[in-house]
C-alpha cells in the first residue's frame, strides 16, 4: 500500500514539481494551497506525513503544525521554508515538526528526509515507564528537562545538549535514544576532545586501506557503526573547524564518504551532540560553523548545574548512597542532618559528578552505619562551618540580595503570575514590574 503525502504550498509551480517528484517515487499525493484547506483535507485524507509551507495567508504553517499537535501528534509534519525564515523553522522543530527543508527544495534531500520520517513513524510507540529512571531528581528544572527529552525524543530532529562538566549531559543523550524509535539500535559515541585532531575524520567517517600511513584495513566510522540507531558526539564544540562542512553535509544528506574514498555510503541516524562550550559565543569568534550551529541545534536541552537545583541534592545523595553500599556490599547506612546541611549549602563546582564522587568516599568511609560530616571531603565541612560562623550576619546585611530572593520565591510560589505575587508582597504590581526590571528577574 503506498504512503500517503499532503502537500500544504501556496505556489502552485512548486506544488506540481514537488508532486511529481514524490508521485515518480510510489507516494500517493494531496495538495492543498493554504493552511486551513490543508486542515480540512487532513481529516478527511488521512496522510501518513505532511509536507507544509510556513509563510501562508490567510492560515499559515504554524497552525498547520498545531492542529498537528492537537489531533495527529503521531503523524510527521516537514516544513518548507525560504532561508530568511530559518529560524522561524526551527522554532517550528521546537513545537514537533520533524524537519525542515529550505527552498528551492533539493529533491534528493527531500525524498531522503521524507522516507526517514515515515521509517521512524512505522515502529511501535514507546514504552515511557522506567525510560527516565537515571535522570535523578524532581526539581522544577529536572521536571522540565524529562519533558523536553520525551518530547525530542519522539521525532527525527538533532538534538544539542548543554550543560557544564558532570551535569548528567550523557546520561541525557542515553535517556534520549532510549525513548526514541531507534531504541533498538546502536547508541554510539564520540568524544570530540579526546580523539587526535588528525584522526577525528577517519573515527567519524571511516577510511579505505591505504588511505594515510597506518590505514592497513578498511574501518567503518561511527556514523556507519550507528546506522538505524544514535550517534552521539561529545563535546561537540571541539570539533576542529575544518572538519564541520563534511559534518554538516553528513548530518544533512544522511550520507558519508569514507576516508580515501568517493563512495557515498546511506546511514539513517539521529543525531545526538553536547557540549559545555557556549557555542554562539564560538560562531562570534569564528571557531564554530553558524549552519552546523543550526542544524544540530534543531531543538536543545539544557542540563542544570546542581547549584541550580539543590531541591534535588537529597534525592541525589540518598540514590548514591544505596548504590555504593551495595555495590560495596554494606548495610546502607543513614544519613546526618548535618551532613545534608553540608551538601545543600555547598557550591558543587563539579556538580553531579563531584556528589557521586563524594558519596561514594563517604559509604566507603562509614563504619557506623551513619553518614557524618567526618566523612566528607574537608572542603565541604569547612564550608558549612564558615557559612555558620562567618557569613550569617553579612548575608542579613545584603539587603539587595534578600529583596531578590524574596521576588524570587513570591513569584515561584505564585507560579510566576505577577498579579498574584505583588499581592502577596503587599506591593503594587507596578512596584513588582519595576522591582522586576531593576534586578533583572525573568522567568
Known amino acids: 500500500m503506498r504512503h500517503k503525502i499532503l502537500l500544504i504550498e501556496d505556489e502552485k509551480k512548486l506544488v506540481r514539481i514537488l508532486k511529481l517528484v514524490l508521485e515518480d517515487n510510489g507516494y500517493q499525493v494531496k495538495e492543498a494551497y493554504d493552511g486551513q484547506q490543508g486542515i480540512d483535507v487532513w481529516t478527511q485524507f488521512k496522510p501518513d506525513l505532511v509536507i507544509t509551507d510556513l509563510k501562508m495567508h490567510p492560515v499559515d504553517g504554524m ?10 501528534p503521531d503523524i510527521p509534519l516537514i516544513i518548507l521554508t525560504a532561508f530568511g525564515s530559518i529560524e522561524t523553522a526551527v522554532s517550528a522543530m521546537k513545537f514537533g515538526a520533524f524537519d525542515f527543508l529550505a527552498k528551492p527544495v533539493d529533491h534528493g534531500n527531500l525524498l531522503e528526509v521524507v522516507d526517514y520520517a515515515l521509517m521512524l513513524s512505522k515502529e511501535q510507540p514507546r514504552n515511557e515507564p522506567d525510560l527516565l529512571e537515571n535522570l535523578i531528581g524532581s526539581s522544577n528544572k529536572m521536571e522540565q528537562v524529562k519533558k523536553d527529552i520525551l518530547l525530542f525524543a519522539s521525532t527525527g530532529s538533532s538534538v544539542l545538549i548543554n550543560g557544564e562538566s558532570g551535569t548528567g549531559k550523557e546520561i541525557a543523550a542515553r535517556a534520549i535514544h532510549k525513548a526514541s524509535k531507534m531504541k533498538n539500535g546502536p547508541f554510539v559515541k564520540v ?16 577510511h579505505k586501506k591505504g588511505a594515510f600511513t597506518g590505514a592497513l584495513q578498511d574501518r567503518k566510522g561511527a556514523f556507519v557503526n550507528a546506522d538505524k540507531g544514535t550517534l552521539f558526539l561529545d563535546e561537540i564544540g571541539d570539533l576542529p573547524l575544518e572538519l564541520q562542512p563534511k559534518l554538516l553535509h553528513a548530518v544533512e544528506v544522511k550520507t558519508v564518504t569514507p576516508v580515501g574514498s568517493n563512495s557515498l555510503i546511506p546511514v539513517t541516524v539521529k543525531i545526538l551532540s553536547a557540549t559545555n562550550l557556549n557555542l554562539e559565543t564560538m560562531i562570534d569568534e569564528s571557531k564554530f560553523r553558524a549552519d552546523l550551529y543550526y542544524r544540530l541545534n534543531t531543538v536543545s536541552v539544557n542540563m542544570p548545574a546542581l547549584r541550580e537545583k539543590k531541591d534535588d541534592i537529597k534525592e541525589l545523595a540518598l540514590f548514591f548512597i544505596e548504590h555504593y553500599s551495595t555495590e560495596f556490599q554494606k548495610a546502607i547506612p543513614q544519613i546526618d542532618d548535618a551532613v545534608l546541611e553540608a551538601l545543600i549549602h555547598y557550591k558543587w563546582p563539579g556538580n553531579v559528578r563531584e556528589l557521586k564522587n563524594v558519596m561514594e568516599r563517604a559509604v566507603l568511609m562509614c563504619d557506623k552505619g551513619l553518614i557524618s560530616l567526618d566523612n566528607l571531603p574537608e572542603a565541604i565541612a569547612e564550608h558549612k562551618k564558615h557559612l555558620q560562623d562567618d557569613n550569617i550576619e553579612e548575608k542579613h546585611l545584603d539587603m539587595a540580595a534578600q529583596e531578590q530572593s524574596l521576588l524570587h520565591k513570591a513569584l515561584e510560589q505564585c507560579s510566576w503570575n505577577q498579579s498574584k505575587a505583588a499581592k502577596i508582597l503587599g506591593i503594587t504590581r ?14
Open 430 to 443: 507596578s512596584a513588582l514590574r519595576y522591582r522586576l526590571q531593576k534586578y533583572g528577574i525573568k522567568k
Open 191 to 206: 568524544n570530540c576532545a579526546a580523539i587526535p585532531r588528525e584522526l577525528i575524520e577517519s573515527e567519524l567517517f571511516g
Open 63 to 72: 497552525e498547520v503544525l498545531k492542529f498537528s499537535r492537537l489531533n495527529f
